[in-house]
């Protein structure tokens, strides 16, 4: 890709409305010089039979099997609602 200027930096640094001394840009234009250099490197790698993956680790669900299960009732669910009405809690109206 090619190296990175000082005026990319500072017209980046400008699209993001950052003030940046001229120190801080000498630092990000060999921080992003840097960057893009070990990409290129990286883009070097042979990866034809290298299969395209979301994540490095073969993640598995943990989590548990959804199966039925008792649970408290209704009764108890409204035993200690400040209002209820035809089994159901009642809330104040939040429509006019």
């Given at each position: 890709?090619?190296?990175?200027?000082?005026?990319?930096?500072?017209?980046?640094?400008n699209l993001a409305r950052?003030?940046?001394?001229?120190?801080?840009?000498?630092?990000?234009?060999?921080?992003?010089?840097?960057?893009?250099?070990?990409?290129?490197?990286?883009?070097?790698?042979?990866?034809?039979?290298?299969?395209?993956?979301?994540?490095?680790?073969?993640?598995?669900?943990?989590?548990?099997?959804?199966?039925?299960?008792?649970?408290?009732?209704?009764?108890?669910?409204?035993?200690?609602?400040?209002?209820?009405?035809?089994?159901?809690?009642?809330?104040?109206?939040?429509?006019?």
């Open positions: 890709m090619g190296e990175i200027s000082k005026e990319q930096v500072k017209h980046v640094a950052l003030a940046l001394t001229d120190e801080e840009v000498e630092t990000f234009t060999k921080q992003l010089g840097d960057i893009i250099n070990y990409a290129d490197l990286i883009n070097e790698l042979d990866t034809d039979n290298v299969e395209p993956t979301t994540h490095v680790l073969d993640l598995k669900n943990v989590m548990r099997k959804d199966e039925p299960k008792e649970w408290i009732t209704k009764e108890e669910a409204l035993k200690n609602a400040p209002d209820q009405k035809d089994g159901q809690f009642r809330v104040p109206s939040i429509l006019e």
